[in-house]
């Protein structure tokens, strides 16, 4: 009968390396008072034995797992991919390894997401859900049992909001696109009745009733999905008998597809049509015209959410669960301008 091949343990390395199981264990911790040699002695005595850390029982013995969950609906959204990135790299330096899992405004899929972050033993979890005012969802939240941070969104939920002042930054772009002379401005947004959506809807009513100027309903365009493709409904909005002369979209791929279909039509940015992203990917900037955007901060929304998560996680004292708004900032570049002279 073989035997089985002897799997090296943690006393393995300890004697490999020279030191003691407690320098072992604390370097594998990453813990502070552990002097650069022995560290390095203790790596590559792992590196000759092919030493493999045992992550669940290590979760067993310390109560943590060294986790962090990530659920958003679509990584794909630019900010949501640049606030990811940026969540990696705060979590890491603190010892966490991030895992991301999208939902893709599936309510089955948030369920087993949040599901899962649960049974997995994360040590805390940032969330964006579709569903947030589902109460299946809002129930699942609530039994997480581990700290949260709720970005985005309008929840219920006793844990942590981050949220972005959309509705602020979405009239400031339209006042701005009023005051160059436009009086028929559209909006391109998801169809999902999320905070995003809902805010930048009530931001752009806002900016045309402190003008004076009564929305056409054919102006407001609700998209399948945020990154759904929009070619179709910017061609049925250029073909309306007023059609707009200012477009404020998703800066989502669906920026590309209306800068797309106005080239297509043979009209100008801004010469002909003004345009304004909600949100900034990086072809806006170096778009010719550079593109106007209104922008939320992401340096300043990672620094929170990970701040107030590493605080809850490390047990730190705190009282009832904390809400902020961030500034949504509007800034005009090139791509907006006063309307042709023909339709003033």
Request: proline share 5%; hydrophobic share 45%; glycine share 6%.
């Amino acid at each position: 009968m073989k035997t089985k091949p002897h799997k090296p343990s943690v006393k393995d390395v300890a004697k490999l390396a020279g030191v003691s199981l407690g320098s072992v264990s604390r370097a594998l911790n990453g813990v502070a008072n552990v002097s650069p040699e022995v560290r390095d002695k203790v790596m590559q005595a792992m590196a000759t034995l092919d030493y493999r850390l045992n992550h669940a029982a290590r979760t067993l013995r310390s109560r943590s797992s060294h986790t962090v969950g990530c659920m958003l609906t679509d990584v794909t959204n630019p900010l949501y991919a640049r606030l990811y990135r940026m969540f990696e790299e705060r979590f890491r330096a603190a010892g966490y390894m991030v895992m991301l899992a999208n939902s893709l405004n599936r309510l089955d899929w948030e369920l087993d997401i949040l599901s899962m972050f649960h049974s997995r033993g994360m040590d805390g979890v940032i969330i964006a859900p579709g569903f947030e005012r589902n109460a299946r969802v809002l129930a699942a939240i609530d039994q997480l049992g581990i700290p949260a941070v709720v970005l985005d969104r309008d929840t219920t939920a006793r844990q942590d909001h981050v949220m972005f002042d959309h509705e602020k930054g979405v009239k400031a772009a339209v006042q701005q696109l009023v005051d160059l002379g436009h009086r028929r401005i559209a909006l391109l947004v998801g169809a999902a009745a999320n905070r995003p959506m809902r805010r930048r809807i009530q931001g752009w009513r806002a900016g045309l009733v402190a003008n004076g100027i009564k929305a056409d309903r054919s102006w407001l365009v609700r998209l399948p999905s945020a990154t759904a493709p929009a070619g179709e409904a910017v061609q049925q909005l250029l073909a309306l008998r007023d059609a707009p002369t200012a477009i404020v979209t998703l800066g989502t791929s669906v920026l590309a597809d209306v800068l797309n279909t106005l080239n297509a039509a043979g009209l100008q940015v801004p010469h002909d049509v003004s345009v304004v992203s909600m949100g900034d990917p990086d072809f806006a900037r170096s778009y010719r015209p550079a593109i106007s955007a209104v922008i939320v901060d992401s340096e300043a929304a990672a620094e929170q959410s990970c701040q107030w998560l590493l605080q809850r996680m490390q047990g730190e004292t705190l009282a009832a669960p904390r809400r902020v708004l961030l500034p949504v900032q509007f800034v005009d570049r090139a791509s907006c301008a006063p309307p042709p002279s023909r339709v003033r």
